[in-house]
């Protein structure tokens, strides 16, 4: 087997093992995937300053999240039928993340269930909801989530509309695969993929098959899903899930500073700079662009994320020195995923931690809670953040390591 080096070689892998369909599914946006592309992209645009002779000992990527101590500042975002890139797969991923220390979040729409999910992990998971026109089946959800006894709730606010992908549209996506005999040839060269299906039970969606009424089947699940996903959610309905959930909230899918500040209002945790990895409206910004604003404008109230893009220890570098206090990652470890199962997974959190530990190393600083806009060259300019930079951040010294302070 070839060595896996970065978060690539994974991507390579998982394409040679994952059913065209469901690789696809993963590695697509909407339309033109303009935005798609602008995620990652837009990471590169971003320099970063090397530092040199500085201590560099005793170096520490610890962090926390809405007052969860993390391994580094990265959580498993929520992924749709992450349990079709490999069998069982939200199991295995959330096993790989409670062993290597950040946390996982299992998506409504995940193939293994809640209770499945429970049944196999220790720590607390987070559950990601979508609010559907169904009031009775959400707050059901929401009450299966306090009894797995899920750490936080993730909303996504980004999804009452469902946004056009086309490889999805030209693939037929579902799951199970159709029997076409397209899928049937696709699935033959994908042996592994094949035998691990064959191994498990778990190929429909678990959080609502058998859990609605009337929903019993994929051919009923579809249409189901067709008309339940609601165009009507707004910020009452949030309050609303608050007082429900009752435990630590996170908002995904922020992208406007209006948008940021009644997050902040509403009371929750922590929000996410999002555009749904590039999925939902095609030609808006990208995640790491659209950051440093909202940092700015509510930072100090409510925590702030982001995901999108995100390939490697750098980008999570650069999204801690542009304020944000968390990082999620979706395709990064759905590679891993479909590459080598939950060994994956793990490998990905392990490049992405030693990427970002010797990232940080280079730009002169050995906490990631001390690394700030200054690590980067010709940075985001506001005027606000670069007061504080000022103000907070001392030269370096010449054996006490970096010492400049996150901002936000």
């Known amino acids: 087997m070839n060595v896996i080096t970065c978060i690539e070689d994974l991507r390579?892998?998982?394409?040679?093992?994952?059913?065209?369909?469901?690789?696809?599914?993963?590695?697509?946006?909407?339309?033109?995937?303009?935005?798609?592309?602008?995620?990652?992209?837009?990471?590169?645009?971003?320099?970063?300053?090397?530092?040199?002779?500085?201590?560099?000992?005793?170096?520490?990527?610890?962090?926390?999240?809405?007052?969860?101590?993390?391994?580094?500042?990265?959580?498993?975002?929520?992924?749709?039928?992450?349990?079709?890139?490999?069998?069982?797969?939200?199991?295995?991923?959330?096993?790989?993340?409670?062993?290597?220390?950040v946390p996982f979040t299992l998506s409504t729409m995940s193939i293994c269930s809640i209770e499945d999910v429970a049944a196999h992990t220790k720590a607390p998971f987070w559950f990601q909801l979508y609010v559907m026109k169904d009031r009775e089946f959400i707050e059901r959800l929401i009450d299966r989530a306090k009894a797995a006894h899920c750490g936080a709730l993730m909303l996504t606010l980004d999804l009452q509309i469902l946004g056009q992908r086309h490889k999805d549209i030209k693939n037929g996506l579902s799951a199970p695969p159709r029997l076409t005999l397209a899928n049937m040839l696709n699935l033959m060269s994908?042996?592994?993929?094949?035998?691990?299906?064959?191994?498990?039970?778990?190929?429909?969606?678990?959080?609502?098959?058998?859990?609605?009424?009337?929903?019993?089947?994929?051919s009923s699940l579809g249409a189901w899903t067709a008309e339940q996903f609601d165009p009507r959610l707004n910020w009452s309905d949030v309050e609303w899930i608050k007082k429900r959930w009752g435990g630590k909230l996170i908002l995904k899918g922020i992208l406007d500073v209006?948008?940021?500040?009644?997050?902040?209002?509403c009371g929750a945790d922590a929000l996410v700079v999002s555009n749904h990895g590039g999925r939902q409206l095609d030609g808006a910004p990208s995640s790491i662009s659209a950051l440093?604003?909202?940092?700015?404008?509510?930072?100090?109230?409510?925590?702030?994320?982001?995901?999108?893009?995100?390939?490697?220890?750098?980008?999570?570098?650069?999204?801690?020195?542009?304020?944000?206090?968390?990082?999620?990652?979706?395709?990064?470890?759905?590679?891993?995923?479909?590459?080598?199962?939950?060994?994956?997974?793990?490998?990905c959190l392990q490049i992405i931690q030693r990427e970002l530990d010797l990232t940080m190393a280079f730009c002169g600083h050995t906490d990631i809670g001390r690394v700030g806009p200054s690590i980067l060259l010709d940075p985001p300019r506001n005027p606000n953040r670069e007061l504080v930079e000022l103000a907070r951040a001392p030269a370096l010294g010449s054996s006490g390591g970096a010492r400049s302070v996150a901002v936000g």
Do not use: C
């Open 190 to 218: 994908r042996p592994r993929w094949g035998l691990g299906m064959l191994g498990t039970k778990r190929r429909h969606f678990g959080n609502i098959v058998g859990h609605v009424k009337g929903v019993e089947d994929m």
């Open 292 to 347: 440093p604003a909202i940092v700015d404008a509510v930072g100090p109230r409510i925590e702030v994320w982001m995901d999108g893009g995100i390939r490697s220890g750098q980008d999570v570098l650069k999204a801690v020195a542009l304020g944000a206090r968390g990082t999620l990652i979706g395709r990064a470890f759905l590679y891993g995923l479909g590459a080598l199962g939950e060994a994956g997974v793990t490998k």
């Open 12 to 101: 390579v892998l998982a394409k040679a093992r994952v059913p065209r369909m469901f690789y696809d599914y993963a590695e697509s946006g909407s339309w033109t995937e303009s935005t798609f592309r602008a995620n990652e992209a837009d990471f590169q645009k971003l320099l970063l300053r090397q530092r040199v002779a500085v201590n560099l000992e005793n170096r520490s990527t610890r962090s926390k999240m809405i007052g969860v101590d993390v391994a580094m500042p990265v959580a498993l975002a929520p992924t749709g039928l992450t349990g079709m890139q490999h069998a069982d797969g939200e199991i295995l991923a959330a096993r790989a993340a409670e062993k290597f220390g």
């Open 258 to 265: 209006e948008d940021a500040r009644h997050a902040a209002d």
